[in-house]
């Protein structure tokens, strides 16, 4: 039997981090999980139309940083950074109200907007929900993701498709999907599109090369200081102390 694993989870320190950073304990560590949930739901609502990539959170002693990947960030900065400003006093107004916090809320692009799934996922959906036939949507997304440079493309749908009375699942695939490889960098996303006829789930993954030890981020490399004679610093095996005979 095949055991499905999420591909970010799966290689989460490979490949891909977490998208939140901080440490807490008990009943803390709790509070904050919930909340991070919460601050992702409300971004999500508020920028709905503006193409937001990923949500990260970063805690400090009084200090919170949200940073928002967007492939349009000139639709949450606004003229001269009044969008940014008031979506600051709304944030403040629905999670701090009356409590001192220092907050920053950055604004970051996205290089490629065809290469991360969680783009094609709304990209699709948006199509799905004008009811465009899903068999030209999977055609058309694929087509963009190819021309972004992706190695492989893998996109599902699955719902009452086209209106059928029969519920079903169709999907449409380009390149090669290695999900067993650790080394591999496959994005991956799931939503849901809400059409006349019901919910239809999108599942999108995205297989944009392999990514080997040299290559990974400085936060995955040992931040632990090595001396001259370390065997990490000299790369040899030390050999044990020979016993005198006797």
Not at 8 to 31: C, E, N, Q, V
Not at 37 to 53: G, M, P, Q
Not at 74 to 89: P, R, Y
Not at 103 to 122: C, D, I, R
């Amino acid at each position: 039997m095949g055991h499905k694993v999420n591909p970010k989870s799966f290689r989460l320190g490979m490949t891909t981090t977490w998208p939140s950073r901080w440490f807490a304990r008990r009943k803390i560590y709790r509070d904050q999980i919930q909340q991070d949930h919460n601050i992702r739901a409300f971004f999500k609502r508020e920028l709905k139309d503006s193409a937001v990539n990923a949500i990260l959170v970063d805690r400090s002693r009084g200090t919170l940083n949200v940073t928002l990947t967007t492939a349009k960030p000139g639709m949450i900065i606004g003229h001269s950074g009044a969008g940014i400003e008031e979506l600051k006093k709304k944030f403040l107004k629905e999670f701090y109200r009356g409590k001192k916090i220092q907050f920053q809320l950055n604004v970051s692009e996205v290089s490629k907007a065809g290469l991360e799934s969680t783009l094609v996922v709304q990209q699709v959906i948006s199509e799905l929900e004008r009811r465009m036939p899903f068999r030209r949507v999977l055609k058309q997304s694929i087509e963009r993701v190819k021309k972004a440079g992706a190695l492989g493309v893998k996109i599902a749908v699955s719902g009452r498709l086209n209106g059928a009375e029969i519920a079903r699942r169709e999907w449409l695939a380009w390149g090669k999907i290695p999900l067993a490889s650790m080394r591999a960098d496959v994005d991956y996303a799931q939503d849901f599109a809400h059409t006349m006829m019901g919910a239809i789930g999108v599942k999108v993954w995205i297989y944009r090369g392999d990514v080997f030890a040299k290559d990974r981020l400085q936060q995955y490399q040992p931040t632990t200081a090595r001396t001259p004679g370390s065997r990490e610093a000299t790369g040899r095996r030390e050999r044990p102390p020979m016993r005198p005979r006797a």
